[in-house]
């Protein structure tokens, strides 16, 4: 007879359909790891606030944490307890601001069982199609909140991180429940990604949306989603205020920051020497030229293609708008 108390997940019933047409995206935000101006737990946060949302599966606490380790806040009103947090650490339907499906994954990162952990959601992720995962990071780094926030990524999927910058070097890092599930699905040959922000070392241990609106910037292009971010704009734009007012009125602060603008600049050119194609801080994805062509070519052969005999006298690919001369061939055109 099964233990239930051994359970790892229990599934939400009626289960959410997940089945869009290029697969799911999962996005999994785990709280407690690598996360500098709380970037990956706002950033989940965020998602759940502003976005429709349904619970698939919660994950049984008693298994994976480590409640000294993490202690939840207990409220106290006139002599009695009246209230105490909820960790939850749970798999959720979300619908982007178009509609389109995609999962998270969110709540604090487990301290214990991670390789039982790591099979349950790769269990999850094949029950709900997910085509691709990207997990969220977000380290301290020696870097100035005066340039472009910098995302690193990396993972088995080229043709989300290619684009991004990337560490090309070998590090030693300490793990993490993400890190794990990131290392047992690539050598499953599954696509998944990792982005990383890197936030000024200054301001790690406070709220830093900047952070969190790169994190979900990424998350945007790399699943194909459309997420509401407005609010994080504006939120950015208050905390870059603050802090240009506190170097202002710092001389050693501004002669720390310039020191680190240096650095970055210098990382950053030499970066760019080394890697002509990649999208780097601060720029905007440029149009594939190639993909322009085509999509020309195709309009090219929609105005130069016949008009059907059985579409009488006002056929639609008539462009000159008189009515009377054909749209122009291809000898017709100035060459």
Not at 41 to 65: M, Q, T
Not at 208 to 227: F, Q
Not at 305 to 310: G, I, N, T, V
Request: hydrophobic share 35%; net charge negative; glycine share 6%.
């Amino acid at each position: 007879m099964q233990d239930n108390s051994r359970r790892m997940y229990e599934l939400e019933y009626p289960a959410p359909e997940m089945k869009p047409k290029n697969g799911t995206t999962l996005v999994v935000a785990l709280q407690g790891y690598a996360d500098a101006g709380q970037a990956v737990d706002s950033s989940a946060s965020h998602l759940l606030s502003s976005l429709e949302n349904s619970p698939v599966a919660a994950f049984n606490n008693d298994e994976l944490i480590d409640y000294r380790s993490r202690r939840p806040a207990v409220r106290i009103s006139n002599h009695e307890v009246v209230g105490m947090d909820e960790l939850t650490l749970g798999l959720y339907a979300m619908r982007d601001s178009a509609g389109n499906p995609f999962l998270l994954l969110a709540g604090p990162e487990p301290d214990m069982r991670w390789n039982a952990f790591t099979d349950a959601v790769i269990d999850l992720s094949e029950r709900f199609n997910v085509s691709r995962t990207i997990c969220l990071y977000s380290a301290p780094m020696t870097v100035p909140h005066t340039r472009p926030l910098l995302v690193t990524a990396h993972g088995t999927a080229d043709e989300i991180t290619r684009r991004h910058f990337r560490v090309n070097s070998n590090m030693t890092l300490p793990g993490s429940a993400s890190l794990q599930l990131e290392y047992v699905l690539g050598s499953k040959g599954r696509s998944v990604a990792g982005f990383t922000a890197h936030v000024p070392h200054y301001i790690a241990a406070s709220n830093y949306p900047e952070a969190t609106l790169k994190l979900l910037r990424a998350v945007e292009t790399a699943g194909s989603l459309s997420l509401p971010l407005g609010s994080l704009e504006q939120d950015s734009a208050k905390m870059m205020t603050l802090l240009r007012e506190q170097v202002d009125d710092s001389g050693e602060i501004a002669a720390m920051v310039q020191s680190l603008e240096q650095s970055y600049d210098e990382e950053i050119e030499s970066y760019r020497e080394d890697n002509p194609e990649a999208l780097l801080p601060g720029a905007t994805e440029a149009t594939d030229a190639d993909a322009l062509a085509e999509e020309f070519e195709r309009f090219l052969a929609s105005v130069d293609k016949p008009a059907d005999p059985r579409d009488g006298e006002d056929d639609s690919s008539d462009i000159s708008g008189d009515g009377e001369d054909p749209a122009p061939g291809p000898d017709d055109r100035d060459s």
